[in-house]
C-alpha cells in the first residue's frame, strides 16, 4: 500500500535531516 511508501520517505528524510544536523554540529564543535 501506500503506507509503507511514505513510511520509507519519512524514514529517508530523517536520516538525511539528522545526518546533516550531526555534520552541522560537528563542524561547529571543530571551529569553537
Do not use: H, K, M, Q
Not at 509503507?4 to 544536523?21: G, I, Q
Not at 560537528?26 to 571551529?31: A, F, G, Q, Y
Amino acid at each position: 500500500g501506500s503506507s509503507p511508501y511514505y513510511f520509507d520517505r519519512a524514514v529517508e528524510l530523517f536520516a538525511e535531516n539528522y545526518e546533516a544536523f550531526v555534520a552541522g554540529e560537528d563542524l561547529r564543535n571543530r571551529i569553537v
